[in-house]
């Protein structure tokens, strides 16, 4: 069934000035959405509206506006299947993931509903009598969020759950290849009852995007970007925001290393790793990068971990399996680049590469023009090859070897990404040293380097962000900002540092 959408801003759908159509990457020829775009122009207007709407949400009392969130929760959670089943349509995720992605957002707004009767501020001793200290959390003002479309829902409800119930209003640039899935959700959290402008979605490409983005912080019309995406675009945003002497949120890639020390339980590592490498066919910003495998036990997980990748059902998203399609043309493009860093000294030890063809099919599926490709894992990786050192979004996982754990740290922070790391082992001092050394912002201790749950902070170091981190309570520090307020009301001006009480010691003291 195929859908014409447009941007919604301020309550209206808005002129757009080109079409893009988001396929089913199951199905390519089949239409999941005709999405109008906008240009930069109108992307900039999206945020003044925003920040004219933003002044009234900021007045609607935090409980009040933790009581919309608690709407939203519900309205997902009623509308759970049909928004699942879009997911699964549009981007080919399987039906079962897609189900948990809903989930998240349900848990998101689990969380910051209560947050609204929250939101605490402290009161602060003073250094002088009749005096007042507090801090209050102050909404930034318009947050421009743009997102991936691997998980075109769940990581956009990062964003918008805490930044709306912090007081901001959101504009929102979805990826276009997700477009009708973030439709269908701008729905839902319009339904529960947000005033027109505090919330608006935006669909543009990435060039115009980014000069929209340009022209509102020259306007002010943005205070806060958060962007999930890659770490080159992030490094642009970065530099943008920093121009601009704001920090946006960053969530960038990753090349999450498993480490998987003599005394691991192989079985378990080889699910985790399974599930990690290949779940949403390797293009999860949380998925397996490189195995980093003690050389004791490196033959029998390869053996263990091949032989389970051959098992693994890859095809139609709305059946059980453990991966369906690509997410889109582009990404399907981008990972045939990076099958061709596969080099002579690599052993492919899964079978064949590349797209499931008639001509190349896995076993008795032939792909059925779908954008779906054979799992790969390439054992014989070495540290200064493309495969250890750069993500490779799409299924391919890469093994190498270590001597000892101090080793397997070293080769796990490599590559300079830091976003997700995980080890099997059944010895706590190992998991110990290993999250004291790993750089990841999320380390896993016998479970995959997926499946972040959404009150933990989730966010990276290095080419994988900047630090800041989404979800919990820690992401409010994103969306307020900190206002340190002093009441005098001892009728004098009473000056800090200057006019405080001194009790006087003998520090020349001692026991006898
Ligand atoms: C992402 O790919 O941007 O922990 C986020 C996980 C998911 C989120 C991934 N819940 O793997």
Not at 127 to 155: Q, S
Not at 179 to 198: E, I, K, T
Request: charged share 20%; proline share 5%; net charge negative.
């Amino acid at each position: 069934m195929s859908r014409q959408i447009v941007s919604i801003v301020g309550g209206k759908e808005a002129a757009a000035t080109a079409t893009y159509e988001s396929t089913n990457p199951a199905r390519p020829s089949e239409v999941v959405a005709r999405v109008g775009m906008a240009d930069a122009g109108a992307f900039a207007a999206a945020c003044r509206t925003a920040k004219e709407a933003q002044r009234e949400w900021a007045k609607v009392p935090a409980p009040v506006r933790g009581r919309v969130i608690a709407s939203i929760g519900r309205l997902v959670e009623a509308n759970t299947e049909r928004l699942a089943r879009l997911v699964t349509e549009e981007i080919g995720k399987p039906y079962a993931e897609a189900l948990g992605e809903v989930r998240e957002i349900v848990d998101t707004c689990d969380f910051f509903l209560g947050e609204g009767r929250r939101l605490y501020g402290q009161t602060v001793p003073s250094e002088m009598p009749d005096k007042n200290l507090f801090t209050f959390r102050n909404p930034v003002g318009v947050a421009a969020v743009v997102t991936a479309g691997n998980f075109p829902v769940a990581v956009p409800s990062w964003y918008l759950v805490p930044a709306l119930l912090c007081g901001n209003a959101v504009v929102w640039k979805p990826a276009e290849y997700a477009a009708a899935s973030a439709h269908a959700m701008f729905q839902l959290f319009a339904a529960a009852g947000l005033p027109d402008g505090v919330l608006n979605v935006v669909f543009a490409d990435g060039a115009e995007t980014f000069r929209g983005l340009e022209l509102a912080l020259e306007e002010g019309s943005v205070h806060k970007v958060g962007f999930t995406g890659s770490s080159e675009v992030g490094r642009k945003i970065g530099e943008l925001t920093g121009r601009h002497l704001q920090s946006a949120c960053l969530e960038l890639g990753g090349k999450n290393p498993m480490v998987i020390m003599p005394d691991a339980d192989l079985d378990l590592a080889v699910e985790g790793a399974l599930f990690s490498g290949f779940g949403t066919a390797g293009q999860r910003c949380t998925s397996l990068g490189t195995v980093i495998v003690h050389e004791s036990v490196h033959d029998a997980f390869v053996e263990r971990f091949t032989r389970a990748v051959r098992e693994a059902r890859i095809g139609d998203p709305a059946q059980d399996v453990l991966a369906g399609p690509l997410l889109d043309q582009k990404f399907a493009d981008r990972y045939e680049d990076y099958l061709a860093w596969i080099q002579p000294h690599h052993t492919v030890v899964t079978g064949a590469t590349g797209k499931i063809t008639k001509d190349n099919p896995r076993g008795d599926f032939d792909g059925d023009g779908g954008l779906y490709y054979h799992p790969v894992v390439v054992d014989g990786v070495q540290s200064g090859d493309r495969l250890f050192m750069e993500e490779t979004f799409g299924p391919i996982v890469g093994v190498t070897t270590f001597a000892t754990l101090d080793e397997a740290v070293e080769l796990a922070n490599l590559p300079g990404y830091g976003l997700s790391s995980s080890i099997y082992t059944t010895d706590p001092k190992h998991a110990f040293r290993f999250r004291e050394g790993v750089s990841a912002g999320m380390v896993s201790v016998n479970n995959s380097t997926s499946g972040a749950e959404a009150h933990l902070p989730f966010g990276g170091n290095g080419k994988s962000g900047n630090g800041s981190r989404q979800s919990g309570m820690w992401v409010l520090d994103q969306f307020t900002r900190w206002q340190a307020m002093n009441w005098d009301h001892s009728g004098r001006l009473q000056k800090a540092q200057m006019d405080v009480a001194e009790i006087v010691p003998d520090l020349d003291f001692r026991l006898s």
